[in-house]
């Protein structure tokens, strides 16, 4: 709507997951008193208030996980030899474009460390891996 309008917009919601999809900069309010104001990064991850901890919480965490892309977090394929065997023995794929809480989920449910991904064109971009999630800046 912005990009559009070229107009600010105030989305007032009570719920934490879609404020952390749509917004770029977040108030959390208690009772109207503004108790933290940032990037879903910053209340996320480096809230400065009890409430906005509580308010959050572990819903937070995982509606960050359904923003942010895997091509965030892509690794060169960890393999000891070369990377093409390390492809060719690669079962499991993602698209790039896939948020994080897919690229976890399929290994955990597989109970492998490292998938592979993919472009939309169906290029190999190289691997994630859980080792990987380091590789996100808070």
């Given at each position: 709507?912005y990009q559009?309008?070229?107009?600010?917009i105030v989305?007032?919601t009570?719920?934490?997951?879609e404020?952390?999809?749509?917004?770029?900069k977040?108030?959390?309010?208690?009772q109207?008193?503004?108790?933290e104001?940032?990037?879903?990064d910053?209340?996320v991850?480096?809230?400065?208030?009890?409430?906005?901890?509580?308010f959050?919480?572990?819903k937070?965490?995982?509606?960050y996980?359904?923003?942010?892309?895997?091509?965030?977090v892509v690794?060169?394929f960890?393999?000891?030899?070369?990377?093409n065997?390390?492809?060719?023995?690669?079962t499991?794929?993602v698209?790039?474009?896939?948020?994080?809480?897919?690229?976890?989920r399929?290994?955990?449910e597989n109970?492998v460390?490292?998938?592979?991904?993919?472009?939309?064109a169906?290029?190999?971009?190289?691997a994630?891996?859980l080792s990987?999630?380091?590789?996100?800046?808070?």
């Amino acid at each position: 709507i912005y990009q559009t309008l070229n107009k600010t917009i105030v989305f007032v919601t009570h719920d934490i997951e879609e404020a952390i999809k749509l917004g770029t900069k977040i108030v959390v309010m208690n009772q109207g008193e503004i108790m933290e104001v940032g990037s879903r990064d910053a209340i996320v991850f480096h809230s400065k208030s009890h409430f906005a901890d509580d308010f959050i919480g572990n819903k937070g965490f995982l509606s960050y996980l359904n923003i942010v892309k895997i091509e965030q977090v892509v690794c060169p394929f960890n393999c000891s030899t070369n990377g093409n065997a390390a492809e060719k023995e690669m079962t499991l794929w993602v698209r790039a474009d896939d948020p994080l809480i897919v690229g976890i989920r399929i290994c955990l449910e597989n109970g492998v460390n490292q998938i592979g991904v993919r472009d939309a064109a169906g290029r190999v971009v190289g691997a994630f891996d859980l080792s990987c999630l380091s590789r996100l800046k808070f």
